[in-house]
C-alpha cells in the first residue's frame, strides 16, 4: 500500500524560512517523478497550485514561477525522502502543502506541475505565513 507522509509546516512570519519533508512507502520511490503542490484556503482540490517537482534522479526541477529563487525540490531515493526548502517566504504562500509521486511513464514538461496527472498523493502539511 502507498503511503506518503508529509511533516515540516507550521506558522511563521512573512521572511521566514520552513522546510518540509515527505517519506513514501509502498512503491519504487527512485523510479517515480515526485513534486510538491499547494491549496490554499477556500480553494477546491481541482484548484491545487503545482509547486516544484522532480525527475527520479533529482535533475531539472520545475518550479512555479511564484516561488522561483525561494524554494529548492530535493530528493533522496536512499531514504525514500522528498524534501522542499521554502525560503522568504510570504502570506500569499499560506496553503496545505502535498507531495504526489508521478508514474514515469508521465513525466513530461506538461504534467511535472499538473496536478491531475499525480497517482498518489499524502495527506498534507499546513503552512500558514503572517505579516
Known amino acids: 500500500q502507498v503511503h506518503l507522509v508529509e511533516s515540516g509546516g507550521g506558522s511563521v512570519q512573512a521572511g521566514g524560512s520552513l522546510r518540509l519533508s515527505c517519506v513514501a512507502s509502498g512503491y519504487t520511490y527512485s523510479a517515480y517523478c515526485m513534486g510538491w503542490f499547494r491549496q490554499a484556503p477556500g480553494k477546491e482540490r481541482e484548484e491545487r497550485d503545482g509547486v516544484a517537482a522532480l525527475h527520479p534522479r533529482g535533475s531539472s526541477p520545475f518550479y512555479a514561477d511564484s516561488v522561483k529563487g525561494r524554494f529548492t525540490i530535493s530528493r533522496d531515493n536512499a531514504k525514500n525522502m522528498l524534501y522542499l526548502q521554502m525560503n522568504s517566504l510570504k502570506p500569499e504562500d499560506t496553503a496545505m502543502y502535498y507531495c504526489?509521486?508521478?508514474?514515469?511513464?508521465?513525466?513530461?514538461?506538461?504534467?511535472?506541475?499538473?496536478?491531475?496527472?499525480?497517482?498518489?498523493w499524502g495527506q498534507g502539511t499546513q503552512v500558514t505565513v503572517s505579516s
Open positions: 504526489a509521486a508521478l508514474s514515469p511513464v508521465r513525466c513530461t514538461g506538461a504534467t511535472m506541475l499538473t496536478w491531475y496527472a499525480y497517482n498518489y
